[in-house]
C-alpha cells in the first residue's frame, strides 16, 4: 500500500491544522493506521493510532485532548485534526499503516508498521 500525507503548514501557538493520509494500492479495512512525528534530533516517536474499523483510538499522552484521529473507509483516508498546537508540536508527520487481524487493534509501535507516508511537516511558531 501507498500513502501520501498532506496538510502540513505553519501555524501560531493555539492554532489548528488537519493532516490527511490517503492510501492507495491496498485494501484499506485491512490496516490499523498510525501517525509518528520526528522533531529535529530526535527520535520518531508515536502521536496516535485508529483500528482498521475505526473503533478505537490510541493517542501520545501530551495530544490528549488536543488531536483527534478519524478515518473514512471510503475514500481510504485518514484524518488527523489538531487543536490547541504548541511549538513543541514542530515536528515532520508521517503516516503509517499495518495489517490488523482485530478489528479494535491499535499499535503505538513504530516497530511493527510496515507500510510509511513520506512525511509531512508542521511548524507552531510560539
Known amino acids: 500500500v501507498q500513502l501520501q500525507a498532506s496538510g502540513g503548514g505553519s501555524v501560531q501557538a493555539g492554532g489548528s491544522l488537519r493532516l490527511s493520509c490517503v492510501a492507495s494500492?491496498?485494501?484499506?479495512?485491512?490496516?490499523?493506521m498510525g501517525w509518528f512525528r520526528q522533531a529535529p534530533g530526535k527520535e520518531r516517536e508515536f502521536v496516535a493510532a485508529i483500528s482498521r474499523n475505526g473503533g478505537s483510538t490510541e493517542y501520545e499522552d501530551s495530544v490528549k485532548g488536543r488531536f483527534t484521529l478519524s478515518r473514512d473507509n471510503g475514500k481510504n483516508t485518514v484524518y488527523l485534526q489538531m487543536n490547541s498546537l504548541k511549538s513543541e508540536d514542530t515536528a515532520v508527520y508521517y503516516c503509517?499503516?499495518?495489517?490488523?487481524?482485530?478489528?479494535?487493534?491499535?499499535?503505538?509501535?513504530?516497530?511493527?508498521?510496515?507500510?510509511w507516508g513520506q512525511g509531512t511537516l508542521v511548524t507552531v511558531s510560539s
Open positions: 503509517a499503516a499495518d495489517y490488523s487481524g482485530p478489528a479494535f487493534y491499535t499499535g503505538s509501535s513504530r516497530l511493527e508498521y510496515e507500510f
Open positions: 494500492g491496498g485494501t484499506f479495512t485491512r490496516y490499523h
